[in-house]
């Protein structure tokens, strides 16, 4: 167990909709990090927030959007939802930086039918 | 453009194999993480590296930062070690390879 929680575990929605993720951060972690897994792109950076602000960007659609609350918990909202989104979403914690080892939650299995 | 490339793809091995798992990167980096994926898709974090070796176990990674390589090699296989190994190259952002999948056979 890494200490990182997310929830659902699984989600399945249809095109056109709108979807939340949510992510606990290991007790004590500052940074938060969302990852896309799919089948044809492997896994993908989404982006880092650290106590609460962005820290770093990858290829986050302009259709996705993050935050990381006051508590540490994080949030990945997906908007106007396309069969393409549907991937294994993993969620990390490190301390403070990308340096640091990162502790990986169980994923959010999404499938857009 | 692939920034990091890993190889090989693919491995199948007999236990007790000596494993050497290959990653390039082109981009300046941090650090370079390699991050094991077992078959039910959790991901666990093995090493994390700026330069040299770290050892953890049957497990050793290395890294070299003028060539830009990094290798992660597995003393005396075992089938337990059936994987997928991913080696993550961080910068500004992170940068995944594609994934070895290893199988090791009894």
């Known amino acids: 167990d890494s200490g990182v929680t997310q929830t659902p575990k699984h989600l399945i929605t249809a095109t056109g909709q709108r979807v939340t993720l949510r992510c606990s951060p290991r007790?004590?972690?500052?940074?938060v990090y969302w990852y896309q897994q799919s089948l044809d792109q492997g896994l993908q950076f989404l982006i880092q927030?650290?106590?609460?602000?962005?820290?770093a960007k990858g290829n986050i659609l302009e259709r996705f959007s993050a935050q990381q609350f006051p508590d540490l918990h994080s949030e990945l909202n997906l908007s106007s939802l396309e069969l393409g989104d549907s991937a294994l979403y993993f969620c990390?914690?490190?301390?403070?930086?990308?340096?640091?080892?990162?502790?990986f939650g169980p994923g959010t299995r999404l499938t857009v039918l | 453009k692939n920034e990091v490339e890993q190889s090989p793809q693919n491995l199948t091995a007999q236990e007790g194999e000596f494993i050497t798992i290959n990653c390039s990167y082109s981009?300046?980096?941090?650090?370079l993480h390699w991050l094991q994926q077992h078959p039910g898709g959790g991901i666990v974090s093995l090493f994390m590296?700026?330069?040299g070796k770290k050892k953890h176990g049957r497990l050793i990674a290395t890294i070299n930062i003028q060539e830009k390589h990094s290798s992660l090699h597995i003393t005396a296989s075992h089938p337990r070690d059936s994987a997928v190994y991913i080696c993550?190259?961080?910068?500004?952002?992170?940068?995944f390879g594609t994934g070895t999948s290893l199988t090791v056979i009894p």
């Open positions: 990390a914690s490190s301390a403070v930086n990308r340096e640091d080892t990162q502790y």
């Open positions: 993550a190259a961080t910068g500004n952002q992170f940068y």
């Open positions: 007790s004590g972690d500052l940074s």
């Open positions: 981009v300046g980096i941090s650090a």
């Open positions: 590296l700026s330069s």
């Open positions: 927030y650290y106590n609460g602000e962005e820290r």
